[in-house]
């Protein structure tokens, strides 16, 4: 068996008193895409920051990350800032905000290639253009020198995509990529990153709360709810039988195009807030297959099949 590209070990992280990310674990192999997916709070973002080092202070972050045979924890920061961007790179989740407003796109997409490939001006601008041109932006030649705000909120997603792929990096890092865009932008954003992911060979960790979007692109998904995994799974496999209730409760939710127009299914209450988890199994408040047991320790991760693992008591071994 070839070695993960990245591996995440007991990964927690915590602001004060409140740990927002508790014992994360997952292996990542080369080429492979991750569909990393729960509802806003679960902490999805945080792990991905947490593996690009950007946990702003006053949080800790604590665990292992080994990335291509390196411990990223014990990196000094300016070898950190080596690898970020030239192999790991990040689409960040709001583009409007992510991008610098002062400064012309085809600047931005330039500052990566001047700072970690050593190209010039010259040189920059010419790679610039053609990576406009591969993430498919029309007229990119003019759209080298507009401004974010000139854009629409498509065009400044794939002017995010081409700052991350500049330096063609081993492992993409990609934070819900088409929230706010409609549903014929989503998918041309979701096809380009496929075909990107699959011409230049890299892995990807998509996050996202929308398992339709997983569907479409993931080998293999990892579920969170509250800070922790509850279940991992090939994503052909989680679709057809979920072993979480949490993960069926999402499944559910997923409007359909084929049958009856039904009512969907929601699940009750919300995330927990990080200063007030419950003290068993996190999601049992609002799982409709709860009993006693639930509440009295947290379940671990487990085996449960080739590939799968859940995080409950209901699930036989």
Do not use: W
């Amino acid at each position: 068996m070839n070695a993960p590209l990245l591996s995440v070990r007991d990964l927690s992280v915590a602001f004060g008193r409140n740990t927002v990310v508790e014992g994360v674990s997952f292996d990542l192999a080369p080429g492979e895409i991750l569909g990393v997916v729960g509802e806003s709070g679960s902490g999805k973002s945080v792990t991905a920051l947490s593996i690009m080092r950007l946990i702003p202070a006053p949080g800790r972050v604590a665990g292992r990350i080994d990335f291509a045979g390196q411990d990223l924890m014990a990196l000094p920061e300016p070898r950190m800032r080596e690898i970020r961007g030239r192999d790991i790179a990040m689409i960040f989740q709001e583009p409007m905000t992510s991008l610098n407003p002062v400064f012309t796109c085809g600047d931005q997409v330039m500052e990566a290639l001047v700072h970690h490939r050593g190209l010039d001006r010259a040189g920059a601008r010419a790679e610039a253009l053609r990576l406009l041109k591969l993430v498919e932006i029309p007229s990119a030649e003019r759209r080298l020198d507009d401004y974010p705000h000139q854009l629409s909120g498509g065009m400044r997603q794939r002017v995010m995509i081409a700052m991350a792929l500049a330096c063609r990096p081993k492992l993409l890092l990609a934070d819900e990529p088409t929230t706010a865009l409609d549903a014929t932008i989503q998918a041309q954003i979701l096809d380009l990153l496929r075909g990107l992911q699959r011409e230049l060979g890299m892995a990807v960790i998509l996050i996202t709360h929308d398992l339709g979007v997983v569907s479409e692109v993931a080998h293999r998904v990892l579920v969170m709810y509250a800070g922790r995994v509850v279940e991992t799974s090939p994503a052909a496999k989680i679709f057809g039988r979920p072993l979480h209730p949490y993960t069926e409760g999402l499944l559910a939710s997923i409007p359909r195009l084929e049958g009856p127009i039904e009512r969907l299914d929601a699940i009750p209450g919300q995330v927990p807030p990080p200063d007030a988890m419950p003290a068993g199994c996190r999601f049992a408040p609002r799982c409709r297959y709860a009993e006693p047991a639930c509440a009295a320790a947290p379940p671990p991760l487990a085996p449960r099949g080739p590939g799968r693992a859940a995080a409950c008591i209901r699930v036989p071994a």
